[in-house]
């Protein structure tokens, strides 16, 4: 069975500094990775996927993330924090097709950011 | 990019009565769409699958009778909560995968409270 693992429940950074957030995934074969972030109250929205290729992949709003095969994981990571980024961020995993397949999402990360 | 349409956004009923929340695919056709259920500072968890012109897959735990899953059209999934109790007060979010299977996009979720 699939899964994934958010290790931090909440992250509190200064605004400027560099952010990242762990993920590690079980999945039995190659895995689809994403990251997500929800607003409170609000959908989701996507910050970046893994499908294949370069294994660091970049997303909107300043975010990367590596996908590491022999650690099994997927950390997302930001070089300057904004305020703007407090928010919770879920990481997912799902069969490489996608398509009408169901994501798996770790229990998420609450971002808090100082100014 | 594609967009999934939730509707209504929140919604307060009476315990006993049944409430409808509406999922649409405003510029692709979804032949699956997911329903998740989000308590407060906690993870996405799948309740069923909803899948065009035939039955919804329900998740083990999940009373089938209790929500109820109507996907008639390849646009529309409705979620209807029966004789709705406080203890169905959540936030209930849909999502569907664009038209190549590459990312699941959210509806913006409906918040629930039964009073």
């Known amino acids: 069975a699939q899964s994934v693992t958010q290790p931090d429940i909440h992250i509190t950074v200064s605004e400027g500094a560099s952010l990242e957030l762990r993920c590690n995934y079980s999945y039995g074969a190659t895995p689809y990775l994403f990251w997500y972030v929800q607003s409170p109250g609000q959908g989701l929205q996507l910050l970046l996927k893994y499908f294949s290729g370069d294994t660091l992949v970049q997303g909107i709003k300043g975010f990367e993330a590596e996908f590491k095969r022999s650690q099994s994981s997927f950390n997302l990571r930001k070089p300057s924090v904004h305020w703007s980024d407090a928010a919770e961020y879920f990481c997912a995993v799902g069969p490489i097709t996608g398509g009408g397949n169901k994501l798996t999402f770790g229990t998420g990360t609450q971002l808090k950011v100082e100014l | 990019g594609a967009v999934v349409s939730q509707h209504p956004s929140w919604v307060i009923c009476k315990s006993g009565t049944s409430v409808k929340i509406e999922c649409r695919s405003l510029d692709f056709q979804a032949t699956t769409m997911f329903w998740y259920r989000q308590f407060p500072k906690q993870s996405l968890m799948l309740m069923a699958t909803s899948n065009e012109g035939s039955k919804a897959t329900y998740e083990q735990g999940v009373e089938k009778d209790k929500f109820l899953i109507n996907h008639a059209s390849l646009t529309l999934s409705t979620l209807t909560v029966t004789s709705a109790h406080p203890e169905d007060s959540s936030f209930y979010i849909c999502?569907?995968?664009?038209?190549?299977?590459?990312?699941?996009?959210f509806g913006q979720g409906t918040r629930l409270t039964v009073v």
């Open positions: 999502s569907a995968w664009d038209r190549v299977g590459t990312e699941a996009f």
